[in-house]
Nanobody, 122 residues
Framework: QVQLVESGGGLVQAGGSLTLSCAAS????????VAWYRQALGNQRELVAA???????NYADSVKGRFAISRDTDKKIIYLQMNNLKPEDTAVYYC????????????????WGRGTQVTVSS
């Protein structure tokens, strides 16, 4: 059973920084594409940053130049470094990955973490 567990959220003042981590565990053969999404209260979930399987990182316009997504393939951890945080960054942040497991190497499946709350005060 694959699990994604986020950590690193919290309360921070505007202009501050946080680093989110997402640890993947389970019978994993490969972690293909990875991404961070967020959902603010009353809003739809939106893509924040992603690393596709065969491409370079891409970002929502609202976070370009402030956020950086990265991954440690060996440790199976996905990171989101968030700098110069703004009150409008307040949301629950979710980790997403497309993963191939040893149970079925023919396909990749979508997995989500349960989210971590980020609150930015003004």
């Amino acid at each position: 059973q694959v699990q994604l567990v986020e950590s690193g959220g919290g309360l921070v003042q505007a202009g501050g920084s946080l680093t989110l981590s997402c640890a993947a565990s389970g019978n994993i053969l490969s972690i293909n594409s990875v991404a961070w999404y967020r959902q603010a209260l009353g809003n739809q979930r939106e893509l924040v940053a992603a690393i596709p399987f065969d491409g370079s990182a891409n970002y929502a316009d609202s976070v370009k130049g402030r956020f950086a997504i990265s991954r440690d393939t060996d440790k199976k951890i996905i990171y989101l470094q968030m700098n110069n945080l703004k009150p409008e960054d307040t949301a629950v942040y979710y980790c997403h990955a497309q993963i191939t497991t040893h149970d079925d190497i023919r396909y990749q499946y979508d997995y989500w973490g349960r989210g971590t709350q980020v609150t930015v005060s003004s």
